[in-house]
């Protein structure tokens, strides 16, 4: 950076060398930003003005500039030196931990300001460069373990809770090949009643499993458009007419015809199915599940309630993270796996919005989202 370029501020409380340090810096070309007299007025004029390097004394008033110095490092990084009246070990260490890159004594001649500067920006870039290395590394780690942990759900799904419901296929399907002549009919009911609910519940989880995949190698395709969300909910209403007449349970869309979101179709519809299928699992026979949509700004927050067995407090904290197991028995003995749930929040995120949930044990539980309802 060309000389003539770098704003420099001075953070002084002593009048007479302030105005010093202000000749020799204009005397070798410097842009004077502003004089501070202590250190609070230091970091207001730093995030204020934006200045290239900051000349910071070491004793001030309200606050010294080492602190001074390590704020401006975590709220604006910008390049210091710092100047003082004493020279010491301590005081370099000091200097050192909160990010100061040179040091002056009183009073700083010209050339030595000028050096100061130098190297403080030089050694401030180097410490970006370091820092930013440190917070990729950090950002790689926790992505290799959000990997990690999605491949470990990933193969415990596999092995536990696919290869059940196939083993419970394969017997009850191998009892009815060998033994269908001798079945009576309510035996014959039974055992195509277990087929037909296991068929189905593997088919939700295949879907669900594949749709995972998906998101962890990026290949889900995304259309965003306009579209009314009280039909989408309709739509997949139908699909659980059977279990909702089965255990006796009402479901009300309660969303407006008239209100439009902006999403992908096929992710909300997708979020809805998840939801819904969650809701008549835990809800006991008679009970009742809700759908409500209000505005909010420009967002649409969705709600899925049903008035079921709800959930504790110490599952909710699991409900959303890929490294906790959590899954649990329906009222009717259905089994889910967590995963449609995990599904829903990376596709609420995918949209743009928020999922939360909130439940009473034996009370029931209310799982929430947002949508856009317009194009930013």
């Known amino acids: 950076m060309d000389k003539g370029q770098i704003k420099v501020l001075i953070a002084e409380d002593d009048f007479l060398i302030a105005e010093e340090i202000s000749r020799s810096l204009k005397v070798s ?50 390049p210091i030196v710092i100047i003082t009246a004493h020279e010491s070990q301590d005081l ?62 990933f193969f415990s799904i596999l092995a536990h809770d696919l290869r059940s419901p196939v083993s419970a296929l394969a ?19 039974e055992y195509l009643s277990v087929i037909h609910n296991t068929s189905k519940s593997l088919s939700e989880l295949l879907e669900n499993l ?31 007419q059977a279990s909702l007449q089965s255990k006796e349970i009402r479901l009300h869309n309660n969303i407006s015809s008239d209100i439009q979101v902006y999403a992908d ?59 906790e197991q959590f899954s649990s028995i329906g009222t009717d003995g259905e089994k889910g796996t967590g995963l449609g749930l995990l599904l829903c929040q990376e596709m609420v995120k995918k949209n743009g919005g928020e999922i939360w949930v909130e439940s009473i044990p034996g009370d029931g539980t209310s799982f929430s989202f947002t949508l856009r309802n317009k194009a930013n």
């Not at 930003?33 to 970091?43: E, Q, R, T, V």
């Not at 594949?210 to 209403?237: D, K, P, Y």
């Open 29 to 78: 070309g410097y842009i004077l930003s502003g004089i501070a007299p202590n250190g609070l007025k230091a970091l207001e004029l730093t995030a204020l003005l934006k200045p290239d390097v900051v000349l910071m004394d070491i004793k001030m008033p309200k606050m010294d500039g080492i602190e001074a110095a390590r704020l401006i490092f975590e709220q604006c990084p910008t």
């Open 92 to 153: 370099i260490e000091k200097a050192s931990q909160v990010g100061i890159g040179a040091y002056l004594t009183k009073p700083p001649k010209s050339d030595e300001i000028d050096r100061a500067i130098i190297i403080a920006i030089a050694r401030h870039a180097d410490l970006m460069k370091s820092q930013k290395l440190i917070n990729d590394l950090e950002d790689s780690r926790k992505k290799l373990d959000e990997l990690n942990a999605s491949k470990d759900r």
């Open 171 to 189: 017997v009850f399907s191998d009892q009815l090949v060998h033994n269908i002549e001798t079945l009576s009919k309510p035996e014959l009911v």
């Open 210 to 240: 594949l749709l995972w995949a998906g998101f962890q190698i990026n290949r889900v395709e995304f259309n965003m458009t306009n579209f009314c969300l009280h039909e989408i909910v309709n739509s997949v209403s139908i699909l659980f």
């Open 265 to 323: 179709m096929e992710m909300v519809q997708t979020i809805f199915r998840n939801l819904v299928s969650n809701a008549v699992k835990f809800t006991p026979k008679g009970g009742k599940i809700e759908i409500l949509a209000e505005m909010d700004d420009n967002y649409i927050i969705i709600t899925v309630k049903d008035n079921g067995i709800g959930i504790s407090e110490s599952n909710i904290a699991k409900i959303f993270k890929i490294d």
